[in-house]
């Protein structure tokens, strides 16, 4: 039912693919819900690459493996928190957020983040920001959208986050946009179903009436928009952050990198070669069983 109800984009995912290190990696989709983007990632990574489905909902897990049987070997699902990640610290190459990083307590999940990312490792946050999410079809015609959703993060306000982790740099930003075409019907559909969590932030009379509004101000009974995205992309500083008091060196100053520090262009870290890390060790494991790039000074 969620995922019939909703879009898969799969640019995001081709993009993230480009920017990987050409060998295998391990990595963690977080907040994976049922899969939709986890199950695209195995088939881009550099083969050999493993992956971590986490989630904090054991009921997005169970679709997700009722979905992969038989499908996506190697995706380990685990029933985790963003914000409290049981992996070991520095054990991933890649960690992706796909439309879940405002569902996390932004601070902690990026800390966490930061920790099990290993030196030189990337974090992948693809979301809606406030201002995309005004320019939906629901933004623009279902009474009282905006207003409800007030998780969303600006571009401007995940940055100074990252910034502040002392340990992760924001390497680029990426906008997507996808055109859609919809009709009244499925577009009422998706309201009753949730397809937003958005739309459980109303009471149950409040959306009854704010879905007659709605298909009363859409334009036509099918509808076409476009949908943009945020893809951005972080980079665990290979050093450790300066400790308060401690003076500036190249050797720890992420806020000012070394050249050690500069990010390696794409074509030459998908040619380098790299060893191969283990699957990190879970310390607790429940669940186990077309846009314009802008790249951003290191
Ligand atoms: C909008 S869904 C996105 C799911 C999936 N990434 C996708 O795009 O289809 C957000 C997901 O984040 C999960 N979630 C919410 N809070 C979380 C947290 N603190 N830690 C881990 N997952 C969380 C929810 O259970 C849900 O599956």
Known sequence: MYDALRTTDEAPVRAISQLLPARPVTGLDIGCGTGRYTRLLPGLLPAGSRLIAADASAAMLAQLRAAQRGHAAGVVPLLAAAEALPLRAASLDVITAFN????????????????????????????????????????????????????????????????????????????FAHTRTSTAERLRAQAEGCHYSTFSLYPAQELRAAIAAFLARLPGPEVSWVDEHLLLVAGRSRSEPRRPGQPPSPANGDQAPGPQERRTPVSERRSRPTPDRQMPHLSAAPGASSGSVEHHGA
């Open 100 to 175: 879940s990083v405002h569902h996390f307590a932004l601070g902690r999940f990026l800390a966490a983040a930061a920790a099990v990312l290993a030196p030189g490792g990337q974090l992948f946050l693809y979301t809606r920001t406030p201002r995309q999410n005004a320019r939906t079809i629901w933004g623009r015609y279902f009474p009282g959208f905006t207003e409800h959703e007030q998780r969303l993060h600006s571009q401007a306000a995940l940055c100074d986050a990252i910034r502040r982790t002392g340990r992760l740099t924001v390497a680029a930003t990426q906008t």
